[in-house]
């Protein structure tokens, strides 16, 4: 069975900084990996998706992932955060057989200084 | 766009009560999913559908049933509710065909007193 680990339970940076989101999964195979993000008191949204391909994934709202195989790792980056960008994000990932199911990490709450 | 609703955006019941959580997508996916998030837990599976009528058990389904009846609309049901329910419950659906990618609702915060 496939297991996500995010290290960080909460990061704070400044407004204008970069960020990174680490996200380690364990899967035998090379699964589907996925970003969401979860402003309060809102669903989950879909940040990005890597399924295969290019390992340098693009999202919505400036967002990238890479995918490091060697890693087993999805980290998600930002070059420059917003103070929108506060907000809980969550990296999933799913394996490429059987049913459609996600498993999720516990999650990296955010906050973003002036 | 997909469209995800949930029935409440807040619930407030009484231990014992029975109580249904409604959940309604508008994209015909085939698959569908009930959640509960707490703090520190992420999300966990209670139950999912990949059909109508059709329903396997999650990580955490004690507790907890679900139905089915139509392709759009996946309840999930407290038989009895107790206080360690009370949580943030989120809906997703998804179109099966291995893209795995799960659409959300904006979620049902329950309290059970």
């Known amino acids: 069975a496939q297991s996500v680990t995010q290290p960080d339970i909460h990061i704070t940076v400044s407004e204008g900084a970069s960020l990174e989101l680490r996200c380690n999964y364990s899967y035998g195979a090379t699964p589907y990996l996925f970003w969401y993000v979860q402003s309060p008191g809102q669903g989950l949204q879909l940040l990005l998706k890597?399924?295969?391909?290019?390992?340098l994934v693009q999202g919505i709202k400036g967002f990238e992932a890479e995918f490091k195989r060697s890693q087993s790792s999805f980290n998600l980056r930002k070059p420059s955060v917003h103070w929108s960008d506060a907000a809980e994000y969550f990296c999933?990932?799913?394996?490429?057989?059987?049913?459609?199911?996600?498993?999720f990490g516990t999650g990296t709450r955010l906050t973003i200084i002036p | 766009d997909v469209k995800v609703t949930q029935s409440s955006r807040y619930l407030v019941k009484r231990t014992g009560e029975k109580v249904f959580l409604e959940c309604v997508q508008d994209?015909?996916?085939?698959?569908m999913f009930w959640y509960r998030q707490d703090p520190g837990l992420g999300l966990r599976l209670i139950y999912f559908s990949y059909d109508v009528k059709m329903k396997e058990k999650g990580d955490i389904p004690e507790g907890y049933s679900v139905s089915r009846e139509k392709k759009e609309r996946f309840s999930l049901i407290l038989e009895s509710a107790s206080t360690n329910q009370t949580s943030m419950y989120l809906c997703?659906?998804?179109?099966?065909?291995?893209?795995?990618?799960?659409?959300f609702g904006p979620g049902t915060r329950l309290t059970v007193l």
């Open positions: 997703a659906s998804s179109l099966s065909g291995g893209s795995h990618t799960q659409y």
């Open positions: 994209m015909d996916h085939e698959n």
């Open positions: 890597y399924f295969s391909g290019d390992t």
């Open positions: 999933a990932v799913g394996a490429r057989s059987g049913n459609e199911k996600l498993t």
